[in-house]
């Protein structure tokens, strides 16, 4: 398990390290925990390799902040865990936005970190259930075609699913796929707490969605999916459902 530790006191990051591997040394996990001095330096450091696990940030950090660095984390990976590390409890909301696993208060102890390695390693659980799609693919650039390639995505990958006339539309944050299975067959393949059929043609992950309108669902980007009348119920219950669950388990 790699892990970053992101916080400018000296002594706050060398009392949460050492408590991250009494824990992880009881429990028999590899690891690996480097600390950062401040978010600039991190960032540096994700440019060149993204491959973490959990980040730990103290919120109240010179420059750029814990629930900044959070943010721009997001917008390039959804999959790695963020712990907020910090002394007041004004930020639970933008915890909420970027999708934290949990939100530490200072002084940190060896209870705190033990509730909060447990949630970590629940979620890390729920991943591995989730195996990779395998499927051969075109990918769609403009309205050209690439040749066919095998496609190996993992259902968070998938914003949403467009049935077109021949075949079916997969898209991820930025490309596009074009598959031969019919729509009905990614419902069956995808988990249905997360994928909800919001038109009988399109199919979301309530992971990108931003708010509903009364015929359109709204994604974080800004773009909008039809909302069709007769589905209007069910995607506001499963929306609702979607992330009071998520609220739950992430506080």
Request: some cysteine; hydrophobic content about 40%; glycine content about 4%.
């Amino acid at each position: 398990m790699k892990i970053a530790v992101v916080e400018d006191e000296k002594v706050h990051a060398a009392v949460l390290t050492g408590f991250l591997e009494a824990w992880l040394k009881e429990n028999k996990v590899e690891f690996c925990i480097r600390e950062f001095p401040n978010a600039a330096a991190f960032l540096f450091e994700w440019e060149q390799d993204q491959a973490w696990d959990v980040l730990f940030f103290d919120i109240q950090m010179p420059g750029l902040n814990g629930v900044e660095l959070a943010r721009r984390i997001r917008t390039e990976n959804r999959r790695v865990g963020l712990v907020f590390v910090t002394g007041v409890t004004d930020y639970l909301l933008e915890g909420y936005e970027v999708e934290a696993l949990h939100y530490l208060i200072k002084p940190v102890d060896p209870v705190k970190i033990g509730s909060c390695m447990e949630r970590v390693f629940t979620r890390f659980r729920e991943q591995e259930k989730r195996e990779a799609i395998l499927t051969e693919a075109r990918e769609l650039v403009g309205s050209e075609k690439s040749n066919r390639i095998t496609l190996r995505l993992m259902p968070e990958d998938i914003v949403y699913i467009e049935a077109a006339v021949h075949n079916t539309e997969l898209h991820t944050e930025d490309k596009c796929y074009v598959v031969r299975e019919g729509i009905n067959v990614w419902k069956e393949r995808l988990p249905e707490e997360a994928f909800c059929s919001c038109h009988r043609s399109y199919l979301v992950n309530l992971l990108y969605v931003s708010h509903l309108e009364k015929e359109a669902v709204i994604l974080d980007d800004g773009r909008q999916i039809p909302l069709s009348r007769k589905n209007n119920k069910d995607v506001n219950r499963a929306f609702i459902r979607f992330y009071s669950k998520k609220k739950t388990e992430g506080y």
